[in-house]
T-cell receptor, first 118, second 113 residues
């Protein structure tokens, strides 16, 4: 296990189609995060999981977006009825959360999935 | 909400020169991450700082979190073309949202041989 893995690396889809991305975190990491990054900007938080529980969702995550982490391991991010504004790099990260007050651990990112909606 | 401002937005230096990138937060920083990103790729973890006054170094890159914990700086000594890329600072708001990071807009570094 060498890091966070995301698939596919690139996805081109037609407007209105559904797409699904997958993220495999570092195996011992219990937290998994999804971010979106558009050109020239830093990543923006979308949602995160602790084990299988989705603990927080950003207002950026519209109803067309859904994320799951069914067994607390890999996660999927689905976008329904894609729009051109969804074109972006979708980044996944993972980290190990121990307990409240425990020092934070590093968050490691995957290579991202670049989505182009045409 | 927390906002991070990076300066400069872009930087062009000659190989061998030193440089500094700053990251200023609108709120107290409970933790500050520095990442490097090549265009079109994911983020590479560089360093994490948690305590005011903390300073960490890795190879020719040094990062520091100021004691008032609202600013961090990243310093590269004797820059090389391999240092080129986008440098991003990310901060977490504390509480239970560890790992939920707010990022600056990035600093684009170009190093000319």
């Amino acid at each position: 296990d060498t890091g966070v893995s995301q698939n596919p690396r690139h996805k081109i889809t037609k407007r209105g189609q559904n797409v699904t991305f997958r993220c495999d975190p570092i195996s011992e990491h219990n937290r998994l995060y999804w971010y979106r990054q558009t050109l020239g900007q830093g990543p923006e938080f979308l949602t995160y999981f602790q084990n299988e529980a989705q603990l927080e969702k950003s207002r950026l995550l519209s109803d067309r977006f859904s994320a799951e982490r069914p067994k607390g391991s890999f996660s999927t991010l689905e976008i329904q009825r894609t729009e051109q504004g969804d074109s972006a790099m979708y980044l996944c990260a993972s980290s190990l959360w121990v307990r409240p007050g425990h020092p934070n651990t590093e968050a490691f990112f995957g290579q991202g999935t670049r989505l182009t909606v045409v | 909400s927390q906002e991070l401002e990076q300066s400069p937005q872009s930087l062009i230096v000659q190989e061998g020169k030193n440089l500094t990138i700053n990251c200023t937060s609108s709120k107290t920083l409970y933790g500050l991450y520095w990442y490097k990103q090549k265009y079109g790729e994911g983020l590479i973890f560089l360093m994490m700082l948690q305590k005011g006054g903390e300073e960490k170094s890795h190879e020719k890159i040094t990062a520091k979190l100021d004691e008032k914990k609202q600013q961090s700086s990243l310093h590269i000594t004797a820059s090389q073309p391999s240092h080129a890329g986008i440098y991003l600072c990310g901060a977490y708001a504390g509480g239970t949202s560890y790992g939920k990071l707010t990022f600056g807009q990035g600093t684009i570094l170009t190093v000319h041989p």
